[in-house]
């Protein structure tokens, strides 16, 4: 009898790891978010107000780890946690490190909708971050920025949803499977990408034709908006 337990035991193992194991193939991975910069312009003066406004439905959908469609969820009471950045562009820094998000130096910030706060961290770094209000259904952020300094700038949207609020709960989550939040600003367009190549920083202006440079920076995906003031 116990020749055959040492036979069978291997592949009993093995069956329970593969019933253990969660096909996650399926799950919802990543959920873009839409981002709208009133007025999109290129070119701004001084004293300008470039408003920031995030707005979208608690029907949201998602895409699958291997970015196939899937499908549609009800994200009601769900945290998204959105980051805005703002970075200079036009300065050569040679550290690495010493990129950060700078609000205080460069421009004026209104916020107006939403659960936001202007965070500065130990490290210089500063973001407007929060949360979305939700009423009726509906998900919204508004902000404005004024440009206090000439220069070449880039606005950046992010998520601590993943760091934050780890595993939400929602119809159709996978259990304990995180999901991970892009954002789209202006419906996808160009968004002055072509300016971040005016940069003297390799930092900025190394990136590849997926739109990637060798930081791992990913322009579209985290909601890249660059312009100019003068």
Not at 23 to 28: A, G
Not at 102 to 110: C, G, I, T
Not at 111 to 119: N, R, S, T, V
Not at 137 to 143: N, R
Request: aromatic share 14%.
């Amino acid at each position: 009898m116990k020749p055959i337990i040492k036979i069978l035991t291997p592949f009993l193992i093995t069956a329970c790891i593969q019933c253990c194991i969660q096909d996650t193939s399926h799950c919802p991975h990543t959920f873009t978010l839409p981002v709208s910069i009133i007025p999109a312009q290129e070119v701004y003066s001084l004293g300008d107000t470039i408003n920031i406004i995030s707005e979208f439905n608690d029907q949201v959908s998602a895409l699958t780890i291997e970015k196939k469609e899937a499908g549609t969820f009800d994200m009601h009471g769900i945290k998204w946690k959105p980051a805005i950045s703002y970075y200079k562009l036009d300065t050569l820094i040679p550290n690495r490190d010493d990129h950060i998000s700078d609000f205080s130096n460069f421009a004026e910030v209104e916020l107006l909708l939403g659960d936001l706060q202007i965070h500065r961290f130990s490290s210089r770094f500063e973001q407007v971050y929060g949360e979305y209000q939700e009423q009726d259904h509906i998900f919204k952020f508004s902000l404005n920025i004024i440009p206090k300094r000439k220069g070449l700038y880039f606005i950046e949207f992010s998520s601590d949803n993943g760091v934050v609020n780890i595993f939400q709960d929602f119809p159709g989550a996978c259990d304990r499977e995180l999901f991970y939040v892009n954002f789209d600003t202006n419906e996808g367009a160009e968004n002055n990408y072509h300016l971040i190549f005016e940069s003297p920083d390799t930092y900025w202006n190394n990136i590849e034709g997926s739109g990637i440079n060798r930081y791992g920076f990913k322009f579209k995906e985290q909601g890249g908006y660059c312009f100019r003031v003068e």
